[in-house]
């Protein structure tokens, strides 16, 4: 598997993942501006799925819930992202 492939994986568990926290579904849709009818083709476009990604990097409360639960590195999350369109991060170093 690529390692976009497994970007996009991981994209649609945290997908998943989202739309099982009843309490981060309505912030999420919100900020997106996507709505519950659109999900099923959304979670195709691997920019969605970066979209996604994004939504759980914005609080650590957030990867560290998903990362717990699907049993990943915490570093795992923005690796993902890396490797979806829109993705690279600048190394300042």
């Known amino acids: 598997m690529s390692q976009r492939e497994s970007a996009e994986t991981m994209g649609l568990q945290a997908f998943s993942w989202l739309l099982g926290q009843e309490n981060l579904v309505g912030v999420f849709l919100n900020a997106t501006g996507a709505d519950q009818g659109q999900l099923a083709s959304l979670a195709r476009d691997p920019v ?22 699907a049993g990943l590195p915490y570093g795992a999350v923005m690796q993902a992202r890396g490797a979806l369109p829109g993705g690279n991060v600048p190394n300042w170093t």
């Open 48 to 69: 969605f799925l970066g979209a996604v990604l994004d939504f759980l990097m914005e609080d650590d409360v957030r990867v560290i819930g998903f990362c717990d639960e």
